[in-house]
């Protein structure tokens, strides 16, 4: 059973043209987070949401922002994607903080080509 | 500054042996670890995780170690399958300053390759 869906699995779009990813959860979880992973690295935490309280990571660029509109989409916005913007772009799903409930499940990923 | 390391980048084991796979942090005050299995273009999938109040926690083949005083954890599969190649991250959360909103810090990962 899908918990954490991913669309599309993969985006294609060119230097400068906005982009949208969407997340969407039936797991009925408090926090949804973005991850940007490339090559083999380690997945970066963009941002996230607890319910509708949005929190930026210090270091994410402006060219990205997120939209919540209810518990079970999420989505990420990409206004002027560059060349270094291509990645995958993982979404996770907590229920709730604290040791346990921590847990975070993540969809399986959009790959994002820039051309 | 790398708070969580997984030192050895890749990992050969042949079917049926045992693979253990080790992560090392920094920060005192990760008190959650999680294991993460990950297959080329997919998104990582929950393997095992502990808390900082266990030092061992069981689930079939995986088991995870937790030495607090090292810093240290493992993960180990009994017996290792085929199918269990993949890269391996592990990761960290915990209260930090009094705040804490689950934010996962992974190590570089391990590729885990078990031949037939």
């Known amino acids: 059973d899908a918990m954490v869906i991913q669309n599309p699995r993969y985006q294609v779009t060119q230097f400068g043209k906005p982009v949208t990813l969407s997340c969407s959860q039936t797991?009925?979880?408090?926090?949804m987070y973005w991850y940007q992973q490339k090559s083999s690295q380690a997945p970066k935490l963009l941002f996230h949401?607890?319910?509708?309280?949005?929190?930026n990571e210090a270091d994410t660029p402006d060219n990205f922002q997120s939209r919540r509109p209810n518990t079970s989409f999420c989505f990420l916005d990409i206004r002027s994607p560059g060349l270094g913007d291509a990645a995958m772009y993982l979404c996770?799903?907590?229920?709730?903080?604290?040791?346990?409930?921590?847990?975070?499940?993540f969809g399986p990923g959009t790959r994002l080509l820039v051309l | 500054d790398q708070q969580v390391k997984q030192n050895s980048p890749s990992l050969s084991v042949q079917e049926g042996r045992i693979s253990i796979l080790n992560c090392d942090y920094t920060n005192s005050m990760f008190d959650y670890f999680l294991w993460y299995k990950k297959y080329p273009a997919e998104g990582p999938t929950f393997l095992i995780s502990?808390?900082?109040i266990k030092d061992k926690n069981e689930d079939g083949r995986f088991t995870v170690f937790l030495n607090k005083s090292a810093k240290h954890l493992s993960l180990h599969i009994v017996p290792s399958q085929p199918g269990d190649s993949a890269v391996y991250f592990c990761a960290a959360s915990g209260w930090g300053g009094g705040t804490s909103y689950g934010k996962l810090t992974f190590g570089q990962g391990t590729i885990l390759t078990v031949h037939p």
């Open positions: 996770a799903t907590v229920k709730e903080w604290g040791t346990e409930q921590e847990t975070q499940y």
């Open positions: 949401y607890y319910d509708k309280d949005f929190n």
């Open positions: 797991l009925n979880h408090n926090v």
């Open positions: 502990i808390s900082s």
